[in-house]
């Protein structure tokens, strides 16, 4: 740990790149959270343990006066207040490769040594949906009546998971309470970063967790980011026809 603070009341956030992260809608959010609160660098997870750098290859970088440095990928946490008596604890990961249990075991070793009892996971998933409604936030809980008071739907999913289904689990069997967003963007539109899909995580993040952010930014983005992929879909017929047939499909229902 860089810092050992004293926190009131902290929640831990969580957010990972990879398969738990479509459009980068979840570490988006997350890091749009850390700018807007100007969090301040708490800890790192040593990365030798959990990743094959021939997967995730470091990089290497040249410093101010030319020297190459190798930039490693970490696992950044940081800390920042939302109030004169409550800070938030957030964690933008990467899914390690290996050791998973482990992993969960760091992670909410330093979860105990900031006694921080609840924890939000968020992520993000390709679907069938019609990219210019609403983005669909769908989760999990701890205390289902939560998901009641953010109107949120309880997911159904069953299948492959990731790092955050495993660690939510790991959490919750170490007593936490969690609340797992998942944003659900269309498949068929492969473009990243997706600031719609970060505005809805940031918004049922902020209702769940009673802070507040200036999302005016992040939402001016979200309607660019809509009227570029408004554009595209009109300029491809094969796309347009199958957004009509989702369309469709909607009504139907």
Not at 5 to 32: C, H, K, M
Not at 81 to 106: A, N
Not at 212 to 230: C, M, N, T, W, Y
Request: proline share 6%; hydrophobic share 45%; with cysteine.
């Amino acid at each position: 740990m860089l810092v050992q603070p004293v926190l009131r009341d902290p929640a831990l956030i969580l957010a990972f790149e990879g398969w738990n992260d479509a459009g980068q809608a979840a570490t988006s959010a997350l890091r749009y959270v850390d700018a807007a609160l100007h969090t301040a660098p708490l800890a790192d997870i040593d990365p030798d343990e959990f990743y094959d750098f021939t997967v995730r290859r470091p990089h290497v970088v040249r410093d101010e006066r030319g020297r190459r440095q190798i930039v490693w990928p970490t696992n950044g946490f940081r800390y920042g207040s939302v109030g004169p008596s409550r800070e938030l604890v957030t964690g933008c990961c990467i899914e390690p490769h290996v050791r998973w249990r482990r992993f969960c075991e760091v992670i909410s070793g330093l979860a105990d040594s900031l006694a921080v009892r609840r924890a939000v996971l968020i992520g993000a998933f390709q679907t069938d949906v019609i990219y210019s409604q609403p983005v669909r936030v769908t989760g999990f809980a701890t205390d289902p009546v939560e998901l009641e008071r953010l109107g949120v739907n309880s997911s159904d999913y069953e299948g492959p998971t990731g790092i955050v289904g495993v660690l939510a689990s790991h959490l919750e069997e170490r007593g936490l309470s969690v609340l797992g967003l998942w944003a659900g963007l269309p498949h068929y539109i492969n473009v990243a970063p997706n600031p719609r899909g970060a505005l809805a995580l940031i918004q049922a993040l902020t209702r769940h967790l009673e802070f507040r952010l200036d999302e005016a930014p992040l939402q001016a983005g979200a309607v660019e980011f809509e009227h570029k992929i408004s554009r595209l879909v009109a300029a491809d017929a094969e796309l347009a026809d199958y957004v009509k047939e989702l369309k469709r499909r909607e009504f139907a229902q």
